[in-house]
């Protein structure tokens, strides 16, 4: 590994825009190496290897309880590790340069917040000029598809447009990684394609490097630029073309699935029962 980064080991063995997108050439921002998870006495996950990009789009995704959202507290500095290390490099920082999107958001139900207001939230200690974090809040709400609303009572939104809120809340700091819990987990189809699109352009335009934590293998499979598949203690973690073959799936989920892709780039599951395979 390259030196220069930020470490998290254990001893045991094992202006108004943001980043342009023709910028800098593909950089490390995260590795994780021989990475053990776990609560308590019981450990969640082991022997996690891979690297993160800059620029990559990382989906996480596995059965309940496999260790995805594991990974995701360990890389926002929550949880230690209990093996192996977890490595930050190309300037990336916890509490400065990574972003989080939790599953909910949680409101006051009496207390009424306007958009501009709720999405501000996301400066906490940032120390930002009052022009540059009028700026950076606009930029934001314009950049989740909210413009005009920034006077709205966020209650009033929809749930869809909360989510993308939440997006809004965490972009104002400029994050070089942004980490989403499940996201989509609570939205109605229309609504979960609203907040994908608005990623996957993020993505495209300002070259934002993701960690996504989901369930759903065709939204990984139309938007991913990689795969981690987290299943029985351990995780398969690679590109999305060789991650999203039919030997992986069978390990993973114990069905036989295939996935394939439409020349507009939607994802469509094949399954069969293992009845059926019998």
Same mark, same amino acid.
């Given at each position: 590994?390259?030196? #220069?980064?930020?470490?998290?080991? +254990?001893? %045991? #063995?094992?202006?108004? =825009?943001?980043?342009?997108? #023709?910028?800098?050439?593909?950089?490390?921002?995260?590795?994780?190496?021989?990475?053990?998870?776990?609560?308590?006495?019981?450990?969640?996950?082991?022997?996690?290897?891979?690297?993160?990009?800059?620029?990559?789009?990382?989906?996480?995704?596995?059965?309940?309880?496999?260790?995805?959202?594991?990974?995701?507290?360990?890389?926002?500095?929550?949880?230690?590790?209990?093996?192996?290390?977890?490595?930050?490099?190309?300037?990336?920082?916890? #509490?400065?340069?990574?972003?989080?999107?939790?599953?909910?958001?949680?409101?006051?139900?009496?207390? =009424? +917040?306007?958009?501009?207001?709720?999405?501000?939230?996301?400066?906490?200690?940032?120390?930002? %000029?009052?022009? !540059?974090?009028? !700026?950076?809040?606009?930029?934001?709400?314009?950049?989740?598809? @909210?413009?005009?609303?920034?006077?709205?009572?966020?209650?009033?939104?929809?749930?869809?447009?909360?989510?993308?809120?939440?997006?809004?809340?965490? @972009?104002?700091?400029?994050?070089?990684?942004?980490?989403?819990? !499940?996201?989509?987990?609570?939205?109605?189809?229309?609504?979960? !394609?609203?907040?994908?699109?608005?990623?996957?352009?993020?993505?495209?335009?300002?070259?934002?490097?993701?960690?996504?934590?989901? *369930?759903?293998?065709?939204? $990984? $499979?139309?938007?991913?630029? *990689?795969?981690?598949?987290? *299943?029985?203690?351990?995780?398969?973690? %690679?590109?999305?073309?060789?991650?999203? *073959?039919?030997?992986?799936l069978r390990r993973v989920y114990g069905l036989d699935i295939c996935v394939s892709l439409d020349a507009s780039g939607h994802a469509t599951l094949r399954i069969e029962s293992p009845e059926a395979v019998a």
């Amino acid at each position: 590994m390259r030196g #220069g980064g930020n470490t998290h080991a +254990t001893d %045991g #063995g094992g202006s108004s =825009s943001p980043r342009s997108e #023709g910028a800098a050439t593909r950089q490390r921002l995260l590795e994780a190496e021989g990475l053990a998870l776990g609560y308590g006495h019981r450990v969640v996950v082991r022997d996690i290897d891979l690297v993160v990009e800059r620029g990559d789009f990382w989906f996480l995704l596995g059965p309940n309880g496999a260790g995805k959202s594991t990974f995701a507290r360990a890389v926002l500095g929550f949880l230690a590790p209990r093996e192996g290390r977890l490595r930050y490099e190309g300037g990336l920082r916890l #509490g400065h340069s990574i972003g989080f999107v939790p599953q909910h958001c949680a409101l006051h139900p009496t207390l =009424s +917040t306007t958009l501009r207001e709720f999405v501000s939230l996301g400066f906490g200690a940032l120390r930002v %000029g009052a022009a !540059e974090r009028e !700026e950076r809040v606009a930029w934001a709400i314009d950049a989740v598809g @909210l413009g005009g609303r920034a006077s709205s009572d966020v209650h009033d939104l929809s749930g869809g447009m909360r989510q993308r809120a939440m997006v809004a809340r965490a @972009l104002v700091r400029r994050p070089e990684l942004l980490i989403l819990d !499940e996201p989509t987990s609570s939205l109605d189809p229309a609504s979960q !394609e609203a907040l994908l699109l608005v990623l996957a352009r993020l993505h495209r335009e300002t070259r934002l490097t993701l960690l996504f934590v989901c *369930h759903d293998v065709a939204v $990984a $499979a139309r938007y991913a630029s *990689h795969v981690a598949f987290f *299943h029985d203690g351990i995780v398969e973690a %690679g590109g999305r073309e060789l991650l999203m *073959h039919p030997d992986v799936l069978r390990r993973v989920y114990g069905l036989d699935i295939c996935v394939s892709l439409d020349a507009s780039g939607h994802a469509t599951l094949r399954i069969e029962s293992p009845e059926a395979v019998a």
